[in-house]
DNA sequence: AATGAATGAGCTTTCATTCAT
DNA sequence: GATGAATGAAAGCTCATTCAT
């Protein structure tokens, strides 16, 4: 029950991965043993963690901690005097964590309901404090009253946050357009919503 | 294995909703049985289904068939000569469809991964036409070119979509907007893109 | 989960028989299962019991109806006018109902301890009853005051008590005394003691 | 596996201790290591003992070596000259006795039929000897016939013990008497059987 | 002598499915 | 068409024991 150990490790690697895949109640314990390198079913796995929840539990928190910087997403948008860069940069940046967090997405869209507990925390963090925090640059930088920057984010993130959703937890493999012309069009519609 | 009947359909009924409220996984034959007034455990269901996925399947084909309508969006955006009230209209039309099949759309999430096969294909259908159709109508409407009404919709579709994810999926109870302020914020944003 | 059927009373034969045998951690579910005529570790039992505890329970209770009459001891001990007689008959009884219930004893020495609930209950009923029953008519046939009753019922039926848990709980195979000797001692003792 | 330590006897005190509060089965080696000081679950027992079943013997071993007093029960029941005085002397020694190795008595009644081969030694050695001896002091000092003796034995001890039974193994907290009264009870049924 | 780690075997329990009635 | 009963397979978890360090 060390805090940290190369098998704990390689636990909490494979676990999430097969979470990821195959759902929380889809990936057995002899499953994740034996990605992890232990006999499967000998219960290895419970030399390191008081049961298979507190494997999730390990992983969402690694991914938490890893998501930090995303919580205060405004470091990231520094001025770059020009705001359609800016908005560039954040669309890349939104869709880049996302990617990078493919897998914690997919385990809250499947678990969302059936392991409130934990999932939900987590998913509080990460989305509200991303919508807040776009929110929050879209009233500085663009000078939107408060109310509407919080509409002016949840409609924008909605459109990266979909892109997403779409791909890593529906599985939809095109809806005909890449990445770049999608940014490119988001950002024009932000544009073009922000005025000047 | 009669086409229909009351049974059948409470067994329908009931499984998707427990489908919905537990994931696949997390609803036991049993309760499904209980839930549709036959008695747990003893099987009555297999008189009427080949297997538990034959439900599911069952259940998504009812919804897919009620979503024939959505399919071609453009009956719906019949020429009000008020592009703005055409958006309007058609947002609330989408977000109102996306609340009714809240079930499917809880389903799709949690088990896209986990049952390839059946639920692969009524994404699919659901998403691709819809996308496509939305696609279709800007074209006509708003004299997109049609790589652009393809990225258009795209962006325009995901933050209505993400909202319903958000709130169903994902458990999001607010990101701070209600609907109606969503609805007008992302009509004039699509408003400001289509120009004119 | 009927309340009564062949199968089910053969699970609670078996099991009770195991328990006795082997105790109650020392049983397994597939044991009671195999010994009831079931595949062993298929989970049959499920269908008529919630938990292996609750097989339990069912047992014990079986057997404390059965003991219903034991706990009005006074029923068996009708005036013969011979106090010799009566404590020959009282012992003879009380041996009598101890090896009926040996399997019940058993379990209640085993698992006082590590099952309190269920067993605590029955040992309470059982044991109290049987000695209150006993103290009451010592009060009324020798004309003991209440305390005196008391007492001597204690001693009294602890010599009873004791020769059966030493041979079915402590598995002593004999003391040197066979059962008719041990009777009229103990009746000599107890006459000798409440006097003419 | 050295005859002797610290770390060896902390273990055999622990076992014991939790043997006679859950039981043999109910007590695992990891927290037997825990209790002695040792981090549970590594294995740290097996440098003392060559498994589980070994501390339980020795740990009887121990018991019984103790006990070895008791065995020769006439070293007490030196001539006070009176009778009353003498039985009441012995009531208390064994009642004494029983009590000081009530976690001895515990795991008897639980284990003797789990654990054959350790216990039902100990249980013979123990039972034997102290109803023979007490037998054997019973025709010595009120000249009973052999056969005589071995049934009062039989009568008296089994009251002694029985009330120790149903305080240490069946956890019935009081059938109505104290034990001062029980002991002169039992010190006058005695009495009164051997006469004069 | 003690520990971190691992393992094989076992446990209780759940469940989709089948079948005679 | 519905039920009571049964079953094979698998799940999460515990545990006595071993072993390299």
Same mark, same amino acid.
């Given at each position: 029950?060390?805090?940290?150990?190369?098998?704990?490790?390689?636990?909490?690697?494979?676990?999430?991965? @097969?979470?990821?895949e195959n759902g929380y109640r889809?990936?057995?314990?002899?499953?994740? +043993?034996?990605?992890?390198?232990l006999t499967p079913g000998a219960g290895g796995l419970y030399h390191h963690f008081r049961s298979k929840e507190a494997v999730l539990s390990a992983g969402i928190e690694r991914h938490l901690a890893r998501l930090d910087a995303l919580r205060?997403?405004?470091?990231?948008?520094?001025?770059?005097?020009?705001l359609r860069a800016e908005l560039t940069l954040t669309a890349r940046y939104? @869709?880049?964590?996302?990617?990078?967090?493919? +897998? @914690? @997405?997919?385990?809250?869209?499947?678990?969302?309901?059936?392991?409130?507990?934990?999932?939900?925390?987590?998913?509080?963090?990460?989305?509200?404090?991303?919508?807040?925090?776009?929110?929050a640059w879209l009233h500085d930088r663009a000078a939107l009253p408060e109310e509407r920057a919080t509409a002016v984010a949840a409609v924008g993130l909605g459109s990266l946050l979909s892109s997403r959703v779409l791909r890593s937890?529906?599985?939809?493999?095109?809806v005909g357009v890449d990445?770049?012309?999608?940014?490119?069009?988001?950002?024009?519609?932000?544009?073009a919503m922000l005025g000047e």
């Amino acid at each position: 029950m060390t805090a940290s150990s190369p098998t704990r490790e390689r636990i909490v690697d494979s676990a999430m991965r @097969l979470f990821g895949e195959n759902g929380y109640r889809g990936t057995s314990v002899a499953q994740i +043993e034996e990605a992890a390198g232990l006999t499967p079913g000998a219960g290895g796995l419970y030399h390191h963690f008081r049961s298979k929840e507190a494997v999730l539990s390990a992983g969402i928190e690694r991914h938490l901690a890893r998501l930090d910087a995303l919580r205060d997403i405004r470091r990231v948008l520094t001025d770059l005097g020009d705001l359609r860069a800016e908005l560039t940069l954040t669309a890349r940046y939104i @869709l880049a964590e996302l990617d990078s967090e493919e +897998e @914690l @997405l997919r385990i809250m869209a499947s678990e969302a309901r059936s392991l409130p507990g934990i999932v939900e925390v987590a998913i509080e963090q990460l989305v509200s404090s991303t919508y807040a925090g776009f929110a929050a640059w879209l009233h500085d930088r663009a000078a939107l009253p408060e109310e509407r920057a919080t509409a002016v984010a949840a409609v924008g993130l909605g459109s990266l946050l979909s892109s997403r959703v779409l791909r890593s937890v529906l599985r939809v493999t095109s809806v005909g357009v890449d990445d770049d012309t999608f940014v490119t069009t988001w950002v024009e519609m932000m544009h073009a919503m922000l005025g000047e």
